[in-house]
């Protein structure tokens, strides 16, 4: 079973920042949260990982409360390249497979004219 | 990021014959190999992990003796769909995740085969 949640669409319009919100409330203490972009057809692409706090980088920012059971994906100025599913996932470190991850649904985002 | 590569992107073959799926870490190592597989409209789904020189770790479900996965050095694994039979038609895909000391190593996916057996 996955270990996150998330919702399952959003839409938004370009130019706009989108927020995702993924919750994770059995994260384990060794367990880092790590997001990914999939396209049809395509393997996923890696966006962004953390463990706590904040991470930004060259396409996205990463927010991690202090107890760490949920994490906001925010991706500033959507374009109509960024219509994909993204999934947040957690590490599965509580049965000892540190880097298994098991992916949810996800969130198809639809980035509007 | 990391590059991984798949061979072939795409394969159509008969019932009953099998087919090899190669997947390559262009510019790292990856102590560590994952094939997932994807039906349409679906999530992922881990098939089996496998470290460099040890046997795969297979999801409960997946048969081993039907899914073969090799991972003979630190930049290739092969997945071979033994017996392919129409059920088996998905999207395959790898990811590799190397050593960096942390808890949880990044994985970064290939870009995928998609397998038709007719």
């Known amino acids: 079973l996955a270990k996150t949640t998330q919702p399952i669409s959003m839409d938004s319009y370009e130019g706009q920042e989108v927020n995702i919100t993924c919750s994770h409330n059995?994260?384990?203490?060794?367990?880092?949260i790590t997001w990914y972009q999939q396209f049809p057809s395509q393997g996923p692409r890696f966006i962004i990982q953390g463990y706590k706090t904040k991470v930004t980088n060259e396409v996205a920012s990463l927010f991690i409360p202090a107890d760490r059971k949920s994490s906001t994906l925010s991706l500033p100025r959507v374009s109509l390249s960024d219509t994909a599913v993204y999934y947040c996932l957690v590490g599965d470190s509580a049965s000892g497979g540190y880097n298994k991850l098991i992916f949810g649904a996800g969130t198809r985002l639809a980035v509007h004219p | 990021g990391a590059v991984v590569s798949q061979h072939p992107s795409r394969v159509i073959c008969k019932s009953g014959t099998s087919v090899k799926i190669e997947c390559r870490s262009l510019?790292?190592?990856?102590?560590?190999m994952f094939w997932y597989r994807q039906f349409p409209k679906q999530s992922l789904m881990l098939m089996a992990t496998?470290?460099?020189?040890?046997?795969?770790?297979?999801e409960q479900g997946v048969e081993k003796d039907k899914f073969l996965i090799n991972h003979a050095s630190l930049t290739l694994s092969t997945l071979t769909v033994t017996s392919a039979h129409p059920e088996d038609s998905s999207f395959y895909i790898c990811?590799?995740?190397?050593?960096?000391?942390?808890?949880?190593?990044?994985?970064?996916f290939g870009p995928g085969t998609r397998l038709l057996v007719l």
């Open positions: 990811a590799g995740a190397g050593t960096s000391g942390k808890n949880q190593e990044t994985q970064y």
């Open positions: 059995n994260i384990a203490t060794n367990d880092y």
């Open positions: 510019d790292f190592q990856a102590t560590t």
């Open positions: 496998s470290n460099e020189g040890s046997k795969a770790t297979y």
